[in-house]
């Protein structure tokens, strides 16, 4: 609720489309600097692995009312399914793993862009600057804060 209130007491407004909306949004959200094949290329053998603890703690950390992703998949439905009685421990442990196959590198370069990226939506903020916002998928999300919680080096 918190944060549906801040947004609809908030003076920022949805930006008009327009030819500078697309570059002003790119200054604040950059292209990635590096091909993401020369960084798999000279990425390590050992990589991060989580166990299920990382990954309920992770989805436990979600922010009550974060809006889901261009999938329609958001975090509540992944908490209503770990918190149902029947095959619980079945999906935290396939969530599990399929964390750890991504952290692992698993997701293809092709998919990459796709599962980490987002949609940006322009807001006007009253002071005249453009204000992005990025909704990105759930599951590279929760992968992120997986792999960003742990103490691998």
């Given at each position: 609720?918190?944060?549906?209130?801040?947004?609809?007491?908030?003076?920022?407004?949805?930006?008009?489309?327009?030819?500078?909306?697309?570059?002003?949004?790119?200054?604040?959200?950059?292209k990635?600097?590096?091909?993401?094949?020369?960084l798999?290329?000279?990425?390590?053998?050992?990589?991060?692995?989580?166990?299920?603890?990382?990954?309920?703690?992770a989805?436990?950390?979600?922010?009550?009312?974060?809006?889901?992703?261009?999938d329609?998949?958001?975090?509540?439905?992944?908490?209503?399914?770990?918190?149902?009685?029947?095959?619980?421990?079945?999906?935290?442990?396939?969530?599990?793993?399929?964390?750890?196959?991504?952290?692992?590198?698993?997701?293809?370069?092709?998919?990459?862009?796709?599962?980490?990226?987002?949609?940006?939506?322009?807001?006007?903020?009253?002071?005249?600057?453009?204000?992005?916002?990025?909704?990105?998928?759930?599951?590279?999300?929760?992968?992120?804060?997986?792999?960003?919680?742990?103490?691998?080096?």
């Amino acid at each position: 609720m918190r944060a549906a209130v801040r947004i609809l007491l908030s003076d920022d407004i949805p930006a008009a489309p327009s030819q500078e909306s697309p570059s002003a949004l790119s200054e604040k959200h950059p292209k990635a600097s590096s091909n993401l094949k020369d960084l798999a290329a000279s990425c390590p053998e050992q990589h991060i692995a989580v166990d299920e603890s990382d990954v309920c703690q992770a989805i436990r950390s979600f922010p009550a009312g974060s809006v889901g992703g261009p999938d329609g998949l958001d975090h509540q439905h992944i908490r209503d399914m770990m918190m149902c009685q029947e095959g619980n421990f079945e999906f935290l442990s396939a969530l599990t793993a399929f964390v750890n196959l991504v952290l692992a590198g698993g997701c293809p370069l092709d998919v990459g862009p796709v599962f980490f990226g987002g949609r940006l939506l322009a807001l006007n903020k009253k002071s005249g600057c453009i204000r992005p916002i990025a909704i990105g998928f759930t599951l590279g999300y929760l992968t992120s804060k997986c792999a960003n919680s742990t103490n691998w080096l």
